[in-house]
Nanobody, 122 residues
């Protein structure tokens, strides 16, 4: 599967952004999906994941209550709605796909999309 992330940008603190991840070459419903992020000088970290049909979601404690992951398998799309953004959310965000397990560990991701930069100013 090929993944294409988009929607990043510059936003002020407490603002919102919506990231999108488009999948091609394979049916998205065959994959559990997730988002990771990597800030300068830091390791890539888990943000959120969603099960194959979208019924189960997982969030890092740092984004609970502010971020929402969703998917539309009919459109082969995954979304990340980010509200009440904070400067510490600044990072490159990557979408990820796993065939057999939810993508919560960056060492165990099957497919990565290219990143999209999110910058939150204070």
């Amino acid at each position: 599967v090929q993944l294409q992330a988009s929607g990043g940008g510059l936003v002020q603190a407490e603002g919102s952004l919506r990231l999108s991840c488009a999948a091609s070459r394979r049916t998205l419903s065959n994959y559990a999906m997730g988002w990771f992020r990597q800030a300068p000088g830091k390791e890539r970290e888990f943000v959120t994941a969603i099960s194959w049909a979208g019924g189960i979601t997982y969030y890092a404690d740092s984004v609970k209550g502010r971020f929402t992951i969703s998917r539309d398998n009919t459109k082969n799309m995954v979304y990340l709605q980010m509200n009440n953004l904070k400067p510490e959310d600044t990072a490159v965000y990557y979408c990820a796909a796993n065939r057999r397990s939810r993508p919560t560990n960056p060492q165990e991701v099957d497919y990565w999309g290219q990143g999209t930069q999110v910058t939150v100013s204070s």
